[in-house]
Each structure stands twice: as C-alpha cells, then as structure tokens.
C-alpha cells in the first residue's frame, strides 16, 4: 500500500548536521507509524528513532538522544530526522519503515515489525 523513499543523506563531517526525509510516494505516511533505521554493512539493521501514528509519541536509540529528533510533516507527507552534532559513528545506510500496528500509540523498535521499507540514503561522517 504504502511505497517509502528517503533522502537528505550525505558527507559530513563530525559535528555537522543533517535532515533526512521520508517520503510516501505512494499513500500517506500518516497512516503508518514510522521507524528510522540503520544499517552497517555486515551488521544488524539497528532502531534510531520511530514516531506513532498520530506524532504525539517517539522513542530513540541511547546513542542518538539529544542529537537526533524525528518529526512529522503531514502537509508534505513526510517523516523527517533531523541529525546533529553527528559522529563518526553515525555512519550508516539509514532506512524509514512504516508499520500498521494495532494500537496508535505504538513505537517499535524491532525492524521486523515493519511492513515496507525505503531503498536507504547513505550518511558519512568524516573525523
């Protein structure tokens, strides 16, 4: 039903910011919760940051609290995050999900919750 794709990714270098989007090209983004991954080749696909249905709920990873925050712009039908003070270790492919949970309010954090997946936008942070 509903087709993802991010964008905003980037070389930065540490300390830098950036925006990533996601966008619904297919559907409204609203309809779905949404949760912003991230991926090194070789590893897990990790939680970031997600955002229920209605906005009014997010949940971060440790290791992005205070840096990032994810928010919604449904005139635009977007989920954007916003990524500062970035770190080398932020280095990642980082990809949006959008889940039809039963519950509103619901934030995941298990990447296998979510239905449908962007293609990924690459972030580099240089030293």
């Known amino acids: 039903q509903v087709q993802l794709e991010e964008s905003g990714g980037g070389l930065v270098q540490t300390g830098d910011s950036l925006r990533l989007s996601c966008a619904a090209s297919?559907?409204?983004?609203?309809?779905?919760?949404v949760g912003w991954f991230r991926q090194v080749p070789g590893r897990r696909r990790v939680f970031v940051a997600g955002?229920?249905?209605?906005?009014?709920?997010?949940a971060y990873a440790d290791s992005v609290k205070g840096r990032f925050t994810i928010s919604r712009d449904n005139a635009k039908n977007l989920v954007n995050l916003q990524m500062n003070s970035l770190e080398p270790e932020d280095t990642a492919v980082y990809y949006c999900?959008?889940?039809?949970?039963?519950?509103?309010?619901?934030?995941?954090?298990?990447?296998?919750?979510?239905?449908?997946w962007g293609q990924g936008t690459q972030v580099t942070v240089s030293s």
């Open positions: 297919v559907g409204s983004i609203s309809d779905y919760a």
């Open positions: 999900g959008a889940a039809s949970f039963r519950y509103q309010n619901v934030v995941a954090q298990i990447s296998t919750t979510y239905d449908g």
């Open positions: 955002v229920n249905r209605s906005g009014g709920t997010t």
